[in-house]
């Protein structure tokens, strides 16, 4: 794979708004677009997404009348996604999950970990000042997320497969349907996007950006 082929594979990916329901993406691929999205990176490396592959057509449907962005695209979808993001109470300093993640899996020296917490409430308390406002505490994780969310719609267009963010929605009613089905519980996560994974049925129009010149200043 050359430069090339990554370019070319940022010009296919275009927000697919329909899919070919007879075309399935192989288990093998789409275990391939998982793992980008776990090893993708985060702030302090929180990695605070939790990826449900959401398959159930009855429970597809019910998210229909309350997810307007994604009428044509989450019935014919290969494979649905849902993006959660974990809440404001798990990124306390002295919270459990921080614990576990910091010295169990990110094996950090016990020593280490007091220095560690000190820093981090620093930064939710005055750098970022997120510690008082539980949504944008919310939005900052979920920024995290979106990191996963365009490296796995990159590893699939460089396998010729589409994808399609989903925001269009409802979230207080989504998130009632998704606890209804066991899927959230309690308020460790919220739902931060969507993204539909297949094949397209058309081809889009030409991609269209502004010049580059009108994105990047290079300051010497």
Known sequence: MNKQDVLDAFRFRHACKEFDPERRVSDEDFAYILETGRLSPSSFGFEPWKFVVLQNAELRSRLLPVTWGGQKSIPTASHLLLLLTRTRNNFLPDSTYIARLKKDIQKMPEEMFPGFQERLRAFLTSDFKLLDNERAMFEWASRQTYIALGNMMTAAALQEID????????????????????????????????????????????????????????VN
């Open 163 to 218: 994808s399609c963010p989903i925001e269009g929605f409802d979230k207080d009613a989504v998130e009632g349907i998704l606890r209804e089905a066991g899927i959230l519980e309690g308020d460790a996560f919220g739902l931060s996007c969507m993204v539909a994974f297949g094949y397209r049925v058309r081809e889009p129009r030409e991609k269209t950006r502004r010049c580059v010149e009108e994105v990047v200043q290079w």
